[in-house]
């Protein structure tokens, strides 16, 4: 008796890249792989829809697949793959972010949009076509034989022995600007027995955490770098994540947080910055970023809002305030150094707390070894 082969779940639209999808399919079986396709195909029967009834039917379509892929994960399906231009691309990668999070996902696509936000809370690898799927031919035909490769691969590591999920994890948040005190708090985390997972807070990242954290991955938050309220209340580019200040609090977690990076509005390149707020104290972070820093009105209405997202914490939560700067920039010589604005956040936080959260007063930045000493501190006296 033959073993069974592992499932892959190959979306498409049949209708556009039939030969393509089933070059793809012959590929994967080549690498032992059994195949199960799930069609997204408009069914414009090549009319060009625009507008309304496109839309219209893109959510039709995705809905009905959403049914037909959730059959076959639960099934046991072991991977998905997906293969899209624009639109396919689109819809294949929507039913793909709402798939469990250690699902192997691969999409293949030629990009004609920013992907960030699918992948902000699923790991999907993508594999980009440089040729565009219009037919087959040397350049395409490699790229899927090699992503059905990497699909193989993928189902054979995850069908090896896996570690259970960590009871000692607790999540990190940080940016470049907060780095040291990332990495003095991870340190000391994994010192004492805990498993530290750093998410990128800038604007995606924390979608991620959310999705880990609702599914019960952490113990406890240190929301070191609160940063993305910034680009949720401000500006600067962000995905939508309604709980990304909340969740913590409605599971009951602890939560340490401190100011960081919460000083700045990260905006894009520099071309690419208002001229209104290029009036204002900035540098270029990068090619690609440009901090801008906030105003004090800004900043007192981001404590506030931080403030009433703690206010329902049943759990311990504790505050501590750098005054020596906020981020590596926010220091002598700095480009966005302003002791005025910390004393705003401070006194707006102290004006906003309920009273049983603890709100400690450091005299070091926040990148100095005493801050992270400072905050692992407070997390022995949570007893994680």
Known sequence: MQPVRPVVALIA???????????????????????????IS???????WQGERKLAGMAQVTTRATGDLAALVAGGAAAVIGLGGGTGGEMALALMQNQP????????????????????????????????????????????????AMVAALVAEA????????????????????????????????DAGHEPT??????????????MASEGRFRALVDA???????????????????RFSIAVARAMPVLLLPGALNFIGLGALRDVPAD????PHYAHSGHFTHVKVTHDEMAALARALAAALMPAAAPVAVLVPMGGFSHQDAPGGAIEDEALRRVFLEAMQASLRPGISLKVLDSHINHPATAASALAELAAFNL
Do not use: W
Not at 13 to 31: G, M, P, V, Y
Not at 121 to 145: C, F, K, M, Y
Not at 230 to 238: F, I, K, N, S
Not at 277 to 280: A, E, H, S, T
């Open 13 to 39: 639209t049949l209708d556009t890249k039939a030969a393509e999808a089933a070059f793809l399919a012959r590929a994967l079986e080549r690498c032992g792989l059994g195949v199960a396709l799930v069609d």
């Open 101 to 148: 999070m250690d699902l192997p996902q691969v999409m293949v696509t030629t990009l004609p949009f920013d992907p960030r936000p699918a992948l902000a809370s699923a790991g999907i690898i993508l594999v980009p076509t440089l040729a565009d799927i219009a037919g087959l031919n040397h350049a395409l035909r490699q790229t899927l034989g090699r992503a059905a």
């Open 42 to 48: 408009l069914g414009a029967e090549g009319a060009v």
């Open 225 to 243: 770098t609160p940063h993305e309220l910034t680009r949720l209340m401000l500006g600067g580019a962000h995905v939508a994540m309604p709980e």
């Open 159 to 190: 069908g090896a022995e896996r570690p259970v999920a960590s009871s000692t994890g607790v999540a990190l948040t940080a940016l470049g600007a907060t780095q040291g005190v990332a990495d003095g708090i991870a340190a000391g985390l994994r």
């Open 277 to 280: 707020l290029l009036g204002r």
């Open 198 to 211: 750093l998410f990128h807070a800038n604007g995606y990242g924390g979608a991620a955490y959310v999705r």
